[in-house]
């Protein structure tokens, strides 16, 4: 599984920095990805990067979240400025396409207005 943290409770227009640790088997060869669910919702993709850098956001979180990764620490990053509460949600980390066996617990973002 791979765990995703640094989620909390936050003000809108707070910031908030996810991180996720993947095991180098998983995360070198991978498109790594940012995924959401929010109550009485589908998860939805959030944010993808490949393994050379190129990355591609959902509309909703354009030039507000971040992605990023740290190929040399197995680590993918999700920075989210300007929150709203609409961005409440579970926030997970998986490959892209997901992996079944791979979804953690997520970490909990709740925006409050």
């Known amino acids: 599984q791979l765990q995703a943290s640094g989620g909390g409770l936050v003000q809108a227009g707070g910031s908030l920095r996810l991180s996720c640790a993947a095991s180098?088997?998983?995360?070198?060869?991978?498109?790594m990805g940012w995924f959401r669910q929010a109550p009485g919702k589908q998860r939805e993709l959030v944010a993808t990067i490949a393994s050379g850098g190129n990355t591609h956001y959902a509309d909703s979180v354009k030039g507000r979240f971040t992605i990023s990764r740290d190929n040399a620490k197995n680590t993918v990053n999700l920075q989210m400025n300007t929150l709203k509460p609409e961005d409440t949600a579970v926030y997970f980390c998986?490959?892209?396409?997901?992996?079944?066996?791979?979804w953690g617990q997520g970490t909990q973002v709740t925006v409050s207005s």
């Open positions: 180098g088997s998983i995360f070198s060869i991978n498109r």
């Open positions: 998986n490959t892209d396409p997901p992996v079944y066996n791979y």
